[in-house]
């Protein structure tokens, strides 16, 4: 049962000690089942995995899921420069162990893909996950409302809102996570986000959060791209909200404001990932 050790594996940074084991070892592994929760067993796992001082130095491990789909998982160094990878067809069983993000379901068409590289203690690091449904986010329902989105809200609270693609680019240096982008797009919403978290929790994001009724407005007056930024008569143009959250994690608060224009780089995003699907 792997469990507590995969908790403390996502849990844990390159920076802390797992706490688990006593002494340095060097372990080949070769295990039939493997439980990762109570509902999840991945099969055939094996591969070879070095803790030093309770860090682990090097990985490279891969199993297998219900009907063949794959998880893998390295650490490598070289010249001075970790890299780390995760893949999973299941993003679940990852993901549910974060308590702020409650009801999330992946598709078979969904997966987990991490990568991140760190040097002289700067980490660069990309996580995507494809085709999932999230529900009771308290700091989305808020955002939501504030909107003046409420069908949205209620998918958040009853069947959950779905998204094709999830993208964040962030780093992380002197214990603060910069959040340098963070692009989710679904059939209900678009959302880019951008921003820090700090070691003692301290949260300042900004975002665009954007319907997909306005999304799918904007594809269709691509060839008038210039008219769909600034609009051809007052009043007119697309439709979204800007927002920020600060504060500390326990106590945010969350501001927005409507707004008539999409940036460049938020139709720019847009075009790639509907391209890419």
């Known amino acids: 049962n792997a469990d507590s050790l995969i908790t403390n594996l996502l849990k844990s940074n390159n920076d802390q000690q797992l706490d688990i084991f006593k002494e340095n070892i060097y372990i080949k592994i070769n295990l039939s089942d493997v439980y990762l929760d109570k509902d999840n067993i991945i099969k055939n796992l094996n591969g070879k995995l070095g803790i030093v001082d309770n860090k682990i130095s090097e990985a490279n491990i891969s199993a297998l899921f219900a009907n063949n789909e794959n998880l893998t ?13 995760l893949f999973s067809s299941r993003a679940k069983p990852l993901v549910k162990r974060y308590k702020f993000i409650k009801g999330f ?31 009771e986010i308290p700091a989305l329902a808020k955002l939501l409302a504030l909107a003046s989105l409420q069908g949205i809200a209620d998918l958040l609270t009853g069947e959950g809102i779905r998204f094709t693609d999830f993208e964040m680019n962030f780093t992380n ?18 959302i880019l986000i951008d921003g820090y978290i700090s070691e003692n929790n301290i949260v300042s994001l900004r975002g665009t959060l954007v319907p997909a009724t306005t999304i799918n ?23 979204g909200v800007s927002f920020k959250v600060k504060g500390p994690q326990k106590k945010l608060e969350t501001t927005v404001n409507p707004i008539k224009t999409l940036t460049p780089r938020f139709i720019t995003r847009t075009l790639e990932k509907i391209k890419k699907n």
Do not use: C, H, Q
């Open 73 to 85: 998982f390295t650490i490598s160094t070289k010249e001075g420069e970790k890299i780390t990878t």
């Open 105 to 135: 379901e992946d598709s078979d068409e969904g997966y987990l893909d991490f990568y991140s590289s760190k040097k002289k203690g700067i980490s660069n690091s990309k996580l995507i996950i494809d085709n999932f449904k999230v529900k």
């Open 173 to 190: 240096k002197n214990k603060v996570m910069t959040i340098k982008e963070l692009y989710a797009i679904g059939p209900a919403i678009s």
């Open 217 to 239: 407005r904007s594809i269709a007056s691509i060839p008038l791209i210039g008219d769909l930024l600034i609009g051809k008569k007052a009043g007119e143009g697309v439709f």
